[in-house]
């Protein structure tokens, strides 16, 4: 810009950071499927991950400073997003319990039905 001020952004750097960036978020943006899954097949309850949702938080906190550069704004605007994509994780991760108790219920029911006769 100036002989006082020296530009010290490059190509490589801001393609790199945004890349990092970009790949760490849509990796972490996947939780709610992951958690999907996970509940589908029993590994995680939404007890297991109320009970441990302060860990969670501070999980959270980590992974978006390593993922975001070093200033607060970016950190917050990462972790919110983050936090949220836990809570509806539980949301998800409930509504799976809940189908597969029904479900476990019919299938008892049909069951006991089949048994009588």
Known sequence: VSDIVNNQINITSYIGSVTSVALSAGITFELPIVVFFL??????????????????????????????????FSLILVTIPLILLYELSIFIAARVVRKRAEKDAEDEAASETTDKQ
């Open 39 to 72: 509940a589908r097949i029993g590994v995680v309850t939404p007890e297991f991950m109320r009970k441990y949702r302060k860990h969670a938080i501070v999980l959270v906190l980590l992974v978006a400073a390593v993922i975001t550069p070093p200033d607060i």
